[in-house]
């Protein structure tokens, strides 16, 4: 697989990972998201978000257009086994397709065709079929050992960066 050294589109990611990167939620963390934390906010931050990428895909470059809902907004999170905390960590635009694969198996059970996610997968990272299957177990593998753990989330980041209270609090 080519590796993309390009920090700019992924600011978080280290420079051993592909461009376009799989990160399935664990089962135990599914809605521990933003929308979890403080629902009332999380359309004023996504279209902030998407404002910043000025309506392009953060990954592939695709341009959406700021009507049709083609963007969507991917939040990243970093997963400490060690500690079980999974703490949000940065906020991407990303095309439909971009943010179908990065939740590869949720997107496969909601029906997406697996045909197309793992073509988009190779394509963006210029793999060929078989270090997208090694990439893709690899993931899966990471998933599994993770959806053993108990975690706890850090929503920090929401807090400090865009101000945004818990919705309880
Ligand atoms: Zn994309």
Redesign the pocket.
């Known amino acids: 697989m080519t590796i993309n050294y390009d920090t700019n589109v992924v600011p978080l990611a280290t420079a051993k990972e592909p461009k376009l990167t799989i990160e399935m939620v664990p089962s135990p963390c599914w809605h521990q998201n933003a929308r979890f934390y403080n629902e009332d906010f999380w359309d004023i931050i996504r279209y902030h978000i998407y404002g910043l990428a000025g309506y392009t895909?953060q990954?592939?470059?695709?341009k959406c257009s700021e009507k049709s809902g083609e963007l969507e907004c991917h939040e990243k999170f970093h997963y400490n086994e060690e500690l079980g905390i999974q703490t949000i960590v940065g906020l991407q635009a990303?095309?439909y397709?971009?943010h179908a694969v990065k939740h590869y198996d949720r997107s496969k059970g909601k029906g997406v065709d697996e045909t197309l996610l793992f073509a988009h997968l190779c394509r963006?990272n210029d793999a060929t079929p078989e270090e997208g299957v090694r990439y893709l177990n690899k993931k899966r593998d990471e998933c599994r050992r993770r959806a053993k753990l108990k975690w706890a989330v850090d929503f920090s980041y929401l807090k400090e960066r865009f101000l945004i209270p818990a919705k309880n609090s």
């Open positions: 895909c990954i592939c470059g695709k990303l095309c397709w971009c963006i």
